[in-house]
C-alpha cells in the first residue's frame, strides 16, 4: 500500500465512449502526476500538476484532460480514444522538491 | 535532460549481490540519481537516491563515482522478489515538483 489509489483496476472502453480515471492520494503531498506506460516501452509523462496548477504537458493529445480540483485528487478524462492508447496509466505524487514519488497500481485500459 | 544509459538485462543467483551500473556522463553538479524499480504490472518503487556521496537504506546502497558520471545500485543479499525492472533517473526540478523521465531500464532476473 503506497498510499496512492487508482479506480477502476480495469477499463474496457470503445472508441466513442467517455470515461474518467480517478486517482487519490493520503500522503499530503502537494505534486501529482499522470504516467502511460504502453507494453514493452518506457513509462511516458504525461502530466504534472504541482500546488493544484499544471506544470507540464508533454505534447499528449487533447483527447486525455487532466483535472486537479485539489491536492489529493487527480483525474484523467478520455474521450474519443484510438486503440494505440491501450496502456496502464499510473498516478503518482510526490512532496514538492523531493523526487521521491509514491506511485498507484495503475489502471490497465483497452480501447476497442 | 541528462540521459542515462543502463543494461538491457542482467541475472544474479539468489543470495548473491546484484551490482547494477548505469552511465550519466552528461549530469550536471545540482542533479541527483534516482533509482526505481518496477516489478511486472505494478507501479514503480522507490530505492534509493544520491548527490554525490555513497548511500545507504534499508533496501539497498548507491555507489556514485568521484565524477558522478556513473553509479552502481547495489542489493547486497538478492532475493527472488527482487526480480524486476530497475530504473537509473537523473532528477530535473520543475516548478514545485519533479521531472522523472524513465528509460528501459535494466531487467534483473534472480535465479534460485
Not at chain 1, 467517455?18 to 513509462?43: D, F, V
Not at chain 1, 493544484?52 to 483527447?63: G, I, W
Request: glycine share 6%.
Amino acid at each position: 500500500e503506497t498510499g496512492v489509489t487508482q479506480t477502476p483496476r480495469h477499463l474496457v472502453m470503445g472508441m466513442t465512449n467517455k470515461k474518467s480515471l480517478k486517482c487519490e492520494q493520503h500522503l499530503g503531498h502537494n505534486a501529482m502526476y499522470w504516467y502511460k506506460q504502453s507494453a514493452k516501452k518506457p513509462l511516458e509523462l504525461m502530466f504534472v500538476y504541482s500546488l493544484e496548477e499544471r506544470v507540464e504537458n508533454n505534447s499528449v493529445p487533447s483527447r486525455f484532460s487532466p483535472e486537479c480540483p485539489n491536492s489529493s485528487h487527480l483525474f484523467l478524462h478520455l474521450h474519443t480514444l484510438q486503440p494505440e492508447d491501450s496502456a496502464l496509466y499510473l498516478c503518482a505524487s510526490s512532496q514538492g522538491a523531493s523526487g521521491k514519488l509514491f506511485f498507484g497500481s495503475g489502471t490497465q485500459l483497452s480501447v476497442l | 535532460d541528462a540521459k542515462t544509459t543502463q543494461p538491457t538485462s542482467m541475472d544474479c543467483a539468489e543470495g548473491r549481490a546484484a551490482n547494477l551500473p548505469c552511465n550519466h556522463s552528461t549530469i550536471s553538479g545540482n542533479e541527483y540519481v534516482y533509482w526505481y524499480r518496477q516489478i511486472h504490472s505494478q507501479g514503480p518503487q522507490y530505492i534509493i537516491h544520491g548527490l554525490k556521496n555513497n548511500e545507504t537504506n534499508e533496501m539497498a546502497s548507491l555507489i556514485i563515482t568521484e565524477d558522478r558520471k556513473s553509479s552502481t545500485l547495489i542489493l547486497p543479499h538478492a532475493t527472488l522478489r527482487d526480480t524486476a525492472v530497475y530504473y537509473c533517473i537523473v532528477r530535473v526540478a520543475i516548478q514545485g515538483a519533479q521531472k522523472l523521465v524513465f528509460g528501459q531500464g535494466t531487467r534483473l532476473t534472480i535465479n534460485p
